[in-house]
């Protein structure tokens, strides 16, 4: 391939609003505050990359992203764009604790060339199927509304129901219910987002075993850096435990190799950015631990180049990357088509083939 360099970096904010607030047991957001990053080259290409910060969990916000990222543009300009692993490397030594600027700049990056090399992001990874089914989350609510809720994304097609756990124990239990009543055909998954103590969480397991509910999963149940806390709920659980928070980075997978911790690792791209995230998918398929996907709150190019790493790679059990904007506020246009609860990505898309909405 003819040298192709890196001629312009373009820094921008993506702000959109929610509909409903998005609670998790450590915080709610109230809109999406995003950043953009483009990658224009100097045979015309552009590539693009989200960086998606959710303070409470990655440490970043919207100003410290877009500050990382205009301290990258000078580094990033000049470069031949088929170095881009290279690039990744060298940010990650710099600006290792700001992951999601990093993930934003490789998404840019890898964009730019699948693009310039005229094949899906998908097909570069592997293609192992262009299809992928997602779950849906039903958010902390009273029962009557998880009830409805639950009914309406059943009859949508959706297989797998999450809810979020941890703040009370009486509620949960309560919603959980409700969420088996208005679908019982569903598979629950659960996330405590680090919510309980090692003895609670078991608890917990106990009060669903009581009430006959038997979910498909259960996500970090304990702090993310008490990785005996979660082994000790592994050891007394009935349903696979998955690590979310406990897992950024590859060497953070070793340790709960090593630990034998967890069933299940849920990789995001926003945690770990998408060249580690294929590292921690390889540690995890080599000792047998199972894979989820999952997101913050991305727009549908995060999202997309998401579901891009679940089509190529094909090593995901569980899959959690429903879209959380109202279609018609959504920025971007393109990438993977979406009819609940499959995403297609179409065979004729150059990278990840997404663009802005004119
Ligand atoms: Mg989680």
Known sequence: MERIKIIKVLIDPINVALDEPFRIA???KYSIENALVTIVLSNGIEGYG??????????????????TLNSCRDFLT?????????MAKKLKSVFWAQVTARCAIEMALLDAYTKCL?????KFLGGSDNKVETDYTIDIVAPDIARINA???????????????????????????????????CGITLDANQGYSPVEAVHFLRELEKNNIHPVLFEQPVIKTDLAGMRFVKDHSFVPI??????????????????GCADVINIKIMKSGILEAIEIATIARAANIKLMIGCMLETKLGLGCSVSLVAGLGCFSYVDLDPHIDPENEPFTGGPDYSAPYYTIPEDVSGLGIRRRQ
């Not at 309406?152 to 919603?175: E, H, Q």
């Open 26 to 28: 450590i915080g709610t």
């Open 242 to 259: 998955a690590a979310d928070e406990s897992v950024f980075t590859s060497a953070d997978a070793i340790n709960i190799v090593r630990t």
């Open 50 to 67: 989200e960086a998606a910060p959710l303070e409470p969990i990655n440490g970043e916000n919207q100003a410290t992203v877009l500050a």
């Open 78 to 86: 000049g470069n031949d764009i088929s170095e881009y692993s290279a």
């Open 151 to 185: 009914a309406k994304l059943s009859g949508k097609g959706y297989r797998i129901l999450k809810t979020k756990v941890g703040k009370n124990l009486t509620d949960d239990i309560d919603r959980i219910l409700a969420i088996r009543d208005g679908a019982p055909g």
């Open 118 to 122: 005229d094949i899906p992001f998908y």
